[in-house]
């Protein structure tokens, strides 16, 4: 799998996810380069980052998603986490980022 084909996918992921939740989730796109991107995401309870680079000083391949509760100090452990690996497919990354997303809108945490 190559850089560029996980980025248009996640960046359609973005679109679909701007559009369909505009009036539940706050998404700014921070960069959004060739060589990779950026966004947060915020809703009532959670501020989540999604990163898509290829780095060779991260845990994962291409994608990160971390998620953190607003209620609690920024030392705490990631209410969410998921970082793709070398097998990940587009599909398996795109559900993954859609678990994410959930758990961000719905969790009760």
């Known amino acids: 799998m190559q850089l560029d084909i996980v980025m248009q996918e996640v960046h ?3 679109f679909r996810i701007s559009e369909y939740h505009k009036n539940t989730v706050s998404i700014e ?3 959004d ?3 990779g991107f950026i966004v947060n995401f915020e809703t009532d309870k959670f501020i989540a980052q999604l990163t ?9 391949r291409f994608v990160e998603f971390i998620a953190l509760d607003k209620g609690k100090d920024l030392n705490q452990p990631y209410a969410y986490l998921y970082h793709d ?8 990354i795109i ?3 859609n678990d994410g997303l959930n758990f961000i809108l719905n969790s009760r945490l």
């Open 12 to 14: 359609k992921w973005v």
């Open 85 to 92: 690996n070398e097998s990940s497919s587009t599909e398996e």
């Open 52 to 60: 898509v680079n290829d780095t060779e000083f991260q845990p994962y």
């Open 29 to 31: 796109i921070v960069s």
């Open 33 to 35: 380069k060739e060589s």
């Open 95 to 97: 559900k993954n980022l």
